[in-house]
C-alpha cells in the first residue's frame, strides 16, 4: 500500500502508558515539517489508567481535515495491542484498511477480577486479518524485550510503519525526529529500536 | 525540543490545541497566567509556566480556579495581561467572582484579561458534560470560541484585544476536539510589553452599586455586538445560492466540511461558522439566513446558538424558516459533534443514502466484535498507594460492621467507583464536596443515623475545595472522618505540583504547606500512616472509627508511583512467587479481589504469575497474600 489518499486516515492505539500518543506526535511533527497538513485527535486524562487509548489522525496535502476520523474511513491502524486493533476495526475499518499489530496481549483489569475473559488470540489475530485488506503481525513487545526495554515497543512499530510506505515517512526522517526529540541518554536506544522495526518489516 | 516560546514567526509547527492557546497568550505579550488543573484545560498553564522564565512572565496553579481568575483580575487591574484557565467544571468555582467583576469591568487602565474555559463535550475526562457558553452570558461576559487550533492561537491574541479595548474580562470557550487536538499551526510575532505594574488607590471599584452597573455592562455588550458582527472570525464559505445553510460553532465547522464533501453536497450547502458567540451577531447571521429557507445547527453540546437563532428569526419575523438541530432531534442533544453525526443529519434532511462501511464488512466486523471484544476498564497503576488505601479501608470497614458509609471526592481515586473499582465511595460528587456531604451525614445522629461517616480526598482537592468544608465540620461538631490521601501530585492531570509539593508552577521551590499541622490547628485530631502498611492502616481506620466523635483525620501518605519513579528510578523490592505455597485461583486475593495489573492466574499451572514489566516493586503484595505466597526482597540500590 503506497500513499496514494487524500486525506490518508491513521488510527494509532494502545492502552494507557504504551507511548501511542508520544507515537502519533512524532508523525504529526515529521509530517508537519514535509509540509503536510496533520490534525490529531486525542483523549487522555481518565483514559491513561490503563484504558484504551487512540489517536485519531488526517494527513492531507491542501487543507486542515477535522481531528476524528469518520467511521470505517480509516486507511491504516497502527496498534500495539491486539484486543484494542480489533476495538478500533469495529469503528473505522473497512475492507481496504492495512493493519499493523503488535500482537503481545495486555489484560484488561477485568480479566484479573473475573468479569471478562480474553479472547483466544489465535481467533483474535485470525479475525484481525479477515477484517483488513493486509495484516502485519509482529511482537514488538518481545523485540523490545530483546533490546532490555519493553518501554521502546511503540519505536519498533514506528519502524515497520516507515518500511511499510503507507505514509510518505522515510526511516531516515524518523531517525532525524527521534534525535531532535529525545533527550540525549534515549536516543541510541531508540534509534535501535526503530532499525529493529524497520528490518523487521523489511524481511523477506 | 524547542518550547513555544522558541518558535519563529512565519514558521508552521504541530502543536496541541492548549499549546496553541499559550502561544495565542504569548502573542499577545501575557504577562500572568493562572490555573488549577484540569482535563482538557491543563497543558495551557503547563507550557506558560515552561517559558516563565525567559520571557519574564508569572505563572501559577493556583489552589482553585476562584482564587485563579482573582488573581488573573488582579493583574489586569495593574494594567497587565492577564490568562486565567480552567474546565468547565472549575467555570462553576470561580463563577461567583467573575459575574461580579464582569458589573466593574477592569478598571481604567490597560490591563486586559481572558478567561480560557475548556469544555469536555462526552464527558472523557469529567463527570458532567456541562456548556460553559451559557455561563459567558450568564455572567454578562463576552465569548469567543475557535474551530481550528490554527484560529485558537489567533483568537486569544483577538480577545486580548477586545478585553483591552472594552476593558472586560473575555471568556474564550475550548473544547475537548480542539484542546487536546494537534494540528499545524502558522506562528505569528511574540508581543513582550515592558510594563509596570501599578494600581490606582483614589477610587473604589465594586459591583455593589448594580443596577446603574447592570445598565452599564448591557451598553458595553451593544457595544462588542457591532464589534463582534464586523469580526474576521466570523465566516462564510460555500455557493451564493443554497439550500441549507449549515450555522456552526467550534468542532461543528471541520465536521461539516467533512460531511459535505462525503455526500458531495458542496454546491447545496453553505458554511457559516461563528468565532464570536456572546453577544450573539445577530446581523451576520440573519443576513445569511435571508438567502436560505433551511438551516442546521451544529454545536457542543447544548442547543445555545440554535436558540439564539430561533430568537432572532422569531424578531425578525422569519418563522417560516425551517431549523434543524437539537430542537428537531437532527442532532442529538448531548455528546461531540463528530462527522458522523453531521453525515447521518445531512442524510435525513437530503433524503441520502451514505454507504458506510458496506453491509457485509459491518456484519463481518459486528461479528467478530459480539465474539472476541471485551472492555478495558480504567484501574489505578501497579504500586499506586489508592489500592492499598482502599483495600485498607475494605478491611476496616467490614471489621467495623456499622455499616460506614463513604463520600468520595474528584482524583484518581476517583477510579474507585468505576467498575474495575472497588466501590467503595458510596456518594461522589464534585471537588471537595466529599467532606461537606461527610459533615452533613455526621449531623444526622439526631434523626436516628447511626452510621459512621467517612470522607476521601486527595492531597490536591484538600487544598482545592476540603479545607472549607473541614472549618465548617469542626465549627459545627460534626460527627466524621476525613482520610486523605496525601500523593504529592495533582496526579490526575499529570502531577502538577500543588502547595503540599513544595515548589510552584515555575519549578521554584517555596513554602510547603503542612496538611497535618493545617488539620490540626482547625481543631482536628489528626493521624498519620503509609498506606503501604496495610495492617497499621487497618489498625489506624478501626481506631478512628471507634471513637465515634469530632472530626478525625487520617493522612495515608505515600508519593504517587509515576512521581516517585520520575526521582528515585528504581524498584523497591523484587517480587516472587513461591508456587507451592500459592493457591491460585482458588484463592485469588492478590489478582481477583487486590486487581494489581501486574498478576494474574497462569491458566495453565493455575497459580499466580508475575508480570514483571509491569511491576513497579512496591510490594504490598506480600501482605496482601493469606498463604504467605508472595516474597520481597529489597533492591540493590
Redesign the interface.
Known amino acids: 500500500m503506497t500513499w496514494n489518499r487524500d486525506p490518508q486516515n491513521l488510527i494509532v492505539c494502545g492502552i494507557g502508558g504504551q507511548g501511542n500518543i508520544l507515537l502519533s506526535r512524532m508523525i504529526g511533527r515529521i509530517l508537519t515539517g514535509k509540509g503536510y497538513r496533520v490534525n490529531i485527535g486525542e483523549t487522555f486524562g481518565a483514559a491513561q489508567r490503563g484504558g484504551s487509548v487512540y489517536s485519531s489522525m488526517r494527513v492531507s496535502k491542501t487543507r486542515d481535515f477535522g481531528p476524528l476520523v469518520p467511521e470505517g474511513r480509516a486507511h491504516l491502524i497502527l496498534s500495539l495491542e491486539p484486543l484494542e486493533t480489533l476495538r478500533m476495526l469495529q469503528f473505522y475499518g473497512n475492507p481496504e484498511i492495512l493493519t499493523v499489530t503488535n500482537i503481545q496481549p495486555i489484560y484488561p483489569v477485568g480479566v484479573l477480577s473475573k468479569r471478562v475473559e480474553y479472547p483466544n488470540l489465535d481467533k483474535l489475530i485470525q479475525a484481525i486479518r479477515e477484517l483488513s485488506a493486509d495484516t502485519w503481525v509482529l511482537n514488538a513487545t518481545q523485540i523490545a524485550m530483546d533490546l532490555s526495554a519493553p518501554i521502546v515497543a511503540n519505536i519498533i512499530l514506528l519502524g515497520a510503519l516507515a518500511a511499510s510506505e503507507a505514509l510518505p515517512i522515510s526511516v531516515e526522517e524518523v531517525e532525524e525526529e527521534i534525535r531532535a526529540s529525545f533527550p540525549g541518554s534515549k536516543v541510541d536506544l531508540n534509534l535501535k529500536a526503530l532499525r529493529a522495526g524497520f528490518q523487521w518489516a523489511s524481511r523477506d | 525540543?524547542p518550547t513555544i516560546d522558541e518558535y519563529k514567526p512565519g514558521a508552521?509547527?504541530?502543536l496541541m490545541g492548549n499549546e496553541a492557546i499559550s502561544r495565542g497568550a504569548l502573542e499577545a505579550g501575557v504577562h500572568f497566567a493562572s490555573a488549577y488543573p484540569g482535563?482538557?484545560s491543563s497543558e495551557i498553564i503547563q507550557r506558560l509556566s515552561g517559558a516563565a522564565k525567559s520571557l519574564n512572565l508569572y505563572a501559577e496553579w493556583s489552589t482553585n480556579e476562584k482564587v485563579a481568575a482573582e488573581g488573573a483580575a488582579a493583574a489586569a487591574f495593574a494594567g497587565l495581561r492577564s490568562l486565567v484557565a480552567m474546565k468547565n467544571a472549575g467555570l462553576s468555582v470561580a463563577l461567583d467572582y467573575l459575574t461580579h467583576l464582569a458589573y466593574t469591568g477592569l478598571g481604567d487602565g490597560e490591563g486586559a484579561m481572558v478567561t480560557a474555559v475548556c469544555d469536555d463535550p462526552d464527558a472523557?475526562?469529567s463527570g458532567d458534560e456541562t456548556d460553559s457558553r451559557w455561563l459567558a452570558k450568564f455572567a454578562c461576559t463576552p465569548l469567543v470560541e475557535p474551530t481550528?487550533?490554527?484560529e485558537a492561537k489567533d483568537l486569544v491574541k483577538w480577545a486580548f484585544a477586545l478585553s483591552e479595548e472594552f476593558k472586560c474580562n473575555v471568556m474564550f470557550r475550548g473544547y475537548?476536539?480542539l484542546c487536546?487536538?494537534?494540528?499545524?499551526v502558522e506562528m505569528g510575532t511574540l508581543e513582550r510589553i515592558e510594563k509596570k505594574a501599578v494600581s490606582d488607590n483614589k477610587c473604589s471599584v465594586t459591583p455593589y452599586l448594580a443596577k446603574p452597573n447592570h445598565a452599564a455592562v448591557l451598553e458595553k455588550l451593544e457595544q462588542i455586538r457591532e464589534r463582534f458582527e464586523a469580526s474576521p472570525f466570523n465566516v462564510y464559505q460555500g455557493p451564493e445560492e443554497l439550500e441549507l445553510l449549515i450555522l456552526c460553532g467550534g468542532?461543528g465547522w471541520?465536521?461539516a466540511?467533512?460531511a459535505l464533501e462525503?455526500l458531495d453536497l458542496t454546491q447545496k450547502v453553505g458554511i457559516l461558522r461563528l468565532g464570536t458567540l456572546w453577544p450573539f451577531p445577530n446581523r451576520v447571521v440573519r443576513e445569511r439566513m435571508e438567502t436560505v429557507k433551511q438551516v442546521l445547527v451544529l454545536e457542543e453540546v447544548d442547543p445555545f446558538i440554535e436558540m439564539h437563532l430561533k430568537e432572532l428569526l422569531a424578531d425578525a419575523h422569519m418563522e417560516e424558516k425551517v431549523v434543524h438541530g437539537k430542537g428537531s432531534k437532527h442532532i442529538p442533544a448531548y455528546g461531540e459533534i463528530?462527522?458522523?453525526r453531521v453525515?447521518q443529519a445531512l442524510s435525513g434532511i437530503f433524503g441520502l443514502d451514505y454507504p458506510?462501511?458496506?453491509k457485509d464488512?459491518?456484519k463481518?466486523?459486528?461479528d467478530?466484535?459480539d465474539?472476541?471484544?471485551?472492555?478495558?476498564?480504567?484501574?489505578?497503576?501497579a504500586g499506586c498507594p489508592h489500592r492499598a488505601s482502599f483495600w485498607a479501608l475494605g478491611r476496616a470497614v467490614k471489621a467495623d460492621g456499622r455499616n460506614a458509609y463513604v463520600t468520595g471526592d474528584i482524583g484518581?481515586y476517583?477510579?474507585d467507583v468505576f467498575?474495575?473499582g472497588k466501590g467503595q465511595m458510596n456518594l461522589l460528587h464534585a471537588m471537595g464536596s466529599g467532606c461537606g456531604l461527610a459533615a452533613g451525614f455526621g449531623q444526622l445522629g439526631k434523626f436516628g443515623y447511626d452510621q459512621p461517616v467517612i470522607a476521601i480526598c486527595g492531597d490536591s482537592t484538600f487544598f482545592h475545595g476540603t479545607i472549607p468544608a473541614l472549618v465548617n465540620a469542626v465549627y459545627n461538631r460534626s460527627n466524621m472522618i476525613q482520610i486523605i490521601l496525601d500523593n504529592s501530585a495533582t496526579a490526575?492531570?499529570g502531577f502538577q505540583a500543588h502547595p503540599g509539593t513544595g515548589f510552584n508552577a515555575m519549578g521554584d521551590p517555596t513554602t510547603k504547606v503542612d496538611v497535618e499541622a493545617l488539620c490540626r490547628s482547625i481543631g482536628c485530631e489528626v493521624t498519620v500512616s503509609d498506606p503501604f502498611d496495610i495492617k497499621g492502616t487497618v489498625k489506624a481506620m478501626r481506631d478512628l472509627l471507634h471513637r465515634d466523635e469530632g472530626v478525625r483525620v487520617l493522612i495515608l501518605r505515600r508519593a504517587c508511583e509515576i512521581v516517585r519513579m520520575k526521582t528515585e528510578k528504581n524498584k523497591l523490592f523484587n517480587i516472587a512467587i513461591l508456587e507451592d505455597k500459592c493457591k491460585g485461583e482458588e484463592c485469588?486475593v492478590c489478582?481477583?479481589?487486590f486487581?494489581?495489573?501486574a498478576?494474574?492466574?497462569d491458566s495453565e499451572t493455575g497459580k499466580t504469575r508475575l508480570k514483571e514489566?509491569m511491576c513497579s516493586g512496591c510490594g504490598v503484595c506480600t501482605d496482601i497474600c493469606p498463604f504467605q505466597a508472595i516474597t520481597r526482597e529489597e533492591t540493590a540500590s
Open positions: 525540543m508552521s509547527h504541530f482535563t482538557p472523557h475526562s481550528t487550533v490554527q475537548t476536539r487536546h487536538a494537534s494540528s499545524t468542532s471541520l465536521c466540511m467533512e462525503a463528530a462527522p458522523d453525515i458506510g462501511k458496506g464488512y459491518q463481518a466486523v459486528s467478530a466484535s465474539e472476541l471484544l471485551v472492555s478495558r476498564g480504567l484501574t489505578w497503576c484518581c476517583t477510579l467498575p474495575e490526575m492531570t485469588g489478582s481477583s479481589a486487581r494489581c495489573p498478576l494474574y492466574q514489566e
